[in-house]
């Protein structure tokens, strides 16, 4: 997984190895990594998701199917252009 802007910083960490089968696998495994960081939790709300370089939009992440050695991008919302 590789964080960007608030969730990098809510993470304390720019990326990280996941072993999930699908995103949202891989996300509740994230939440339970940073349990002291509960900003963390808070800010994965807010993101979008990238999957191999597609979006994951409105899709149940629980459909998602993760590859293995894929990327998933976890994107906050973002000010300005």
Partial sequence: MRYWAAAKAAAGAAEEPYAAATLAEALDAARRLHTE?????????????????????????????????????????????
């Fill in 37 to 81: 960081r509960p900003e963390f939790a808070r800010v994965l709300l807010r993101c979008s998701f990238l999957v191999d370089g597609d979006p994951v939009g409105t899709r149940d992440h629980t459909t998602v199917q993760l590859a293995e050695g894929g990327t998933v991008e976890v994107l906050p919302p973002f000010a300005g252009g």
